[in-house]
Structures are given as C-alpha cells and as structure tokens.
C-alpha cells in the first residue's frame, strides 16, 4: 500500500475563480473515478481542497488577510459556512462514483478570541 496527498486546487481544478460559488462537478467526478481504481490496487489518499470561488471572494469582501476588528467575524463564519457547502458537494461526488470519503473540516480547530 501507498499513501498519497493530493491537493485539489480551489481556484482552477474544482472551481473558476472568475465565477463565485462555480464548482467543476466533471472534473472531480473524473477524478474521484480514477483514484476509485487507484483505491482497488491497494493505494490510499488524504484529499485536501482549497477555497478557490468559494471562500475566496467571501475573504476578500470581509478583509479577512489581517485582523482588523471584531466586525470580520461575520466574514469568518461565511466563509467557514461556504467551504463547508463546498466540502459537501466534493463529498457527495467522489461517494457518488464510489470513493469512500469521509470529510473533515480543518477550519474546526481554530479558536477566536474575543
């Protein structure tokens, strides 16, 4: 057995930057079909994604590259709930080809203080 990561970028292979909230369905389908095979040979994969039109544009509206204030924690619970929404659809795709996957949100270990 082999373990692989892969990084599926948020901004040009699951989704189009240019268009907010765009997801490349058909490309993480093909996808998520041939690491099905990959799986069946004995290989197994940690998949991370980034937030490409999902949480970018959330990110950017709210400033959310430096601490400003408190008024951007409206921004971070967006974007959290976006990459969640995003997270989801992955999810639903690469199981509906038959990869077993189970998600797990990174954003759920930070902490804010207040």
Known sequence: MRLFMMKLGGGSAISDKSRPLSYREDWVRELGTLLAREISSGNKFVLVHGGGSFAHPV?????????????????????????????????????????????????SIYVIRW
Do not use: H
Request: net charge neutral; no cysteine.
């Open 59 to 107: 990110a950017l509206a709210y400033g959310l590259s430096a601490y400003r204030d408190d008024e951007q924690l409206a921004g971070v619970s967006l974007t959290s709930a976006v990459l969640s929404y995003l997270s989801m659809k992955i999810t639903l795709t690469l199981a509906s080809v038959g990869l077993p996957i189970y998600p797990l949100r990174t954003g």
